[in-house]
């Protein structure tokens, strides 16, 4: 049974950091690109951070490029990401992904994790 568990989403103040974490299960996490989407309340979903499935090149939105950090962690099935220097337009609902890089039409979502940016 794949599943994708995120965790770490809170209420922070302006400024401040969060670690969010997804942990996986059920596939092989090394055959797959990892992402971390966002959705704000009326608006669309949108990529956040990825992750090639070696680990190696990585993409970020503009809005969060020099704030924020994906890593992984292939023996543990798990990928991060560091959310530094927060702002209240980061508030959103974060949601993990994994693409199979072999097959690109199979991909998974966790159920997301709630980040509230306010002070």
């Known amino acids: 049974q794949v599943q994708l568990v995120e965790s770490g989403g809170g209420l922070v103040q302006p400024g401040g950091s969060l670690r969010l974490s997804c942990a996986a299960s059920?596939?092989?996490?090394?055959?797959?690109?990892m992402s971390w989407y966002r959705q704000a309340p009326g608006k669309e979903r949108e990529l956040v951070a990825k992750?090639?499935?070696?680990?190696?090149?990585?993409n970020y939105a503009d809005s969060v490029k020099g704030r924020f950090t994906i890593s992984r962690d292939n023996d543990k099935n798990t990928v991060y990401l560091q959310m530094n220097s927060l702002k209240p337009e980061d508030t959103a609902v974060y949601y993990c992904?994994?693409?199979?890089?072999?097959?690109?039409?199979?991909?998974?979502w966790g159920q997301g994790t709630q980040v509230t940016v306010s002070s």
């Open positions: 992904n994994a693409l199979d890089v072999i097959n690109t039409k199979r991909d998974y």
């Open positions: 059920g596939f092989t996490f090394n055959r797959y690109i």
């Open positions: 992750m090639a499935h070696t680990g190696g090149s990585t």
